[in-house]
């Protein structure tokens, strides 16, 4: 079963095409990972299924995207609602000026959410969710910039679960913490799958091979190969994928 | 496809109105202001009133001596605050050894700015006119602007030097020049643009100030025959005319033709200063 | 040439030793002043306070200080009409100031925010002697028919002429903070499915807080401040303060009774106490905001 489909993608920033032609489908509940060399397309792929893209001024999208079979770029179309259900974490942690609490509450509170027994309580799933609760719930009222690093980024994708998405975008989501951050995100992406279908953003082969089921490599705005992780790292199909996953060119 | 909720859909327009409303309601309010002094002040100015000296007897009305206290104001002012004011930006930003003497005169500056220009005529009146006996004077409104806005011109300076690369003065003291002749001919250079600015900002401070000045300057309309006439005695700026003639007189049609004038001048200095804020961009 | 060498070499340390004294100077120069103007004030206005009585002073409803018998030197009418006056300009023109803040930060295109900050800047530049003629002749007379008084010289109307003249620092300095709040917070909010106001009120409008704070103590400052614009139309008449009241100003106070209290008495050193007043709540609201920044720059 596939959730996101793109048939004939293609995205321009003003004259530059960044993406051509893109045609994917990606399945629900596993990890997919986008990979390839820096400027390839990867990131702008990722921010055209929430419809982040649309911020950047001069942006220009054509052919199709869906999501559970509804075109998202259809005039008409609620972002807030498609962002709602396609969640995202950014590369470096963003957390709120404001306290944990605040921070996970947030999405909720802007979703209509008003009673304080059930903000609690998704408070507390959400953090249990990522993986922090234990290291945070007896500071829940201080600021979240009080966090290190790895637990910001926790806290982010404990904020993203908080509106209960169906889809979790992350783009390069461990690419600024240490080794230790990485591998407990690592696991927790893992942990997430059997509930959210997850689309990673990586520089890092090792981590796609790690928790990817499904694998994109894309080169220059082009997707050179779609499939299965360990079919991709063990008999890639196209030169230039084996070339960039041996390590020759990145 | 599922919609935003009528609630958020309606605080979302909403705030969107009241932001459009706010900004309008500012450009009204300039709109209005500049729309009610020129359709009751350009009427009345004449060219009689610009250049005549006022008479009661004769019953003449002119403004040309408080246009003239202006231009002397302005220029005395700028004369010392200006040469003062660069000499101490230039000693906190490139002599200052000891950073305390430096902190205690940024933070004598910064406190110097916040004091209402009612307490500088105060002060100027007490020491100025009272103390060393001078009297209502363009000289004491002179000295009392001068500590008025040097302030804003040791800021404005200091801004402007700091944005000197420092690559520049290494370069040149590497050399071997003198912390002075760098300064002259580089840093300086380098900075008149700002300078320029700052300058601008106070003339613009100078012309429409009047608190200051009611009490050191004082509000005598006549004109001097010579430029120490002029400075030792009482002379009303525009603004100060503007207050007498509105409040103490009655006149308010005189007032409005002041307020005009007033006006042209405060567009005048806000589109030099744009200009030459273009200018330093471009370098 | 060795001595026509050794005479320059003599000469140029010499000029370059004479220009740092001359730039350290205007440096003393510059703190002199502000000695001098402190001194001033607080010497002049201390013999008033210590005939009075500083309760007495501050805390004495009447200002009758030309009674023939028994003169009345209590100055908190003005302190409280002062309060009141900054307090409404404050509750008026902050919203308006953030709002517009706001709408040039987020929503204005380009083309238009450079029109809208061009009024701002052409606002703060108005003298305040124009503010009071257009508030005198448009705004007094508008009170007085819209409320029925019988003079429309009142608080209200130095309120409004008030929040209108501290509209423009407030502008700029929200704008500023709001400007500087990090985009990643507001990609952050969108991501999750807020809307674009949400965003900008319920994110960028926190995280911009202490800016627009330190925009509203600046405010504070420049309204207990300004004394001719306000003396054009709050009636000054020593009253208690209410808003269909004519009142006078700490600093309207100041420059009412410059002109006609006689040099030596009572009445002029009353004066000067007054001053000192004014100057040490503006120390007060510098010290807030010098602190505000310097958390600021720590935090």
Known sequence: MDILSTRGLDLWYG???????????IPERQVTALIGPSGCGKSTFLKTLNRMNDLVPAVRVEGLVTYRERDIYAPGTDVTWLRRQVGMVFQKPNPFPMSIYDNIAYGPRIHGVRSKARLDDIVERSLKGAAIWDEVKDRLKKSALSLSGGQQQRLCIARALAVEPDVLLMDEATSALDPISTSKIED???????????????????????????????????LIEFGQTTQMFSMPRDKRTEDYITGRFG | ????????????????????????LVCALLAGLIGVIFLQGLPNLTWAMLTSEPSVIRNITGILPNILNTVALVAGTLLIALPLGVGAAIYLTEYAASHRLAAVIEFAAETLTGIPSILYGLVGMLFFCQKLGWGSSIRAGILTLVIMILPTIVRTT??????????????????????WRMIRTLVLPASVDGIVTGCILAVGRIVGESAALLYTAGSAAVLARSLGELLTTSGGSLTVALYMYSMERGKIEVGFAIASILMVLTLLIDLSAKLVGRKLRRN | MDALEAKYAAAKRYSETAMGLVFLLCGVLAVAFVLLISAYLILSGLPAIREVGLLDFLFGPVWAPTHKTEPQFGILPFILTSVYGTAGAVAVGVPVGFLTAMFLSKLAPRRLAAVVRTAVDLLSGIPSVVYGLVGMTVLVPAVRRVFRLPSGATLLAAILVLSVMILPSIISVSETALNAVPREYEEASLALGATETETWFRVSAPAASSGIAAAVVLGIGRAIGEAMAIMMVAGNVANMPGLFKSVRFLTTAIASEMSYAGVGSLQRSALYSIALVLFLFIMLINVILNLWFKNKREG
């Not at chain 1, 004259?15 to 994917?24: G, P, T, Y």
């Open chain 2, 1 to 24: 496809m599922e919609q935003l909720s009528l609630h958020r859909r309606m605080y979302d327009r909403g705030l969107r109105l009241l932001l459009r409303l706010a900004a309008a």
């Open chain 1, 188 to 222: 927790l992406i893992t942990e997430l799958k059997e509930h959210y279908t997850i689309i990673i953003v990586t520089h890092n082969m090792q981590q796609a091979t790690r928790i990817s089921d499904t694998c994109a490599f894309f080169l220059l705005g082009e």
């Open chain 2, 158 to 179: 200091q801004e402007s030097l700091k944005t000197v690369p420092q690559s520049y003065r290494e370069a040149a003291l590497g050399l071997g020049s003198g912390k």
């Open chain 1, 15 to 25: 004259d530059n095409q960044a993406l051509k032609h893109i045609d994917m489908d």
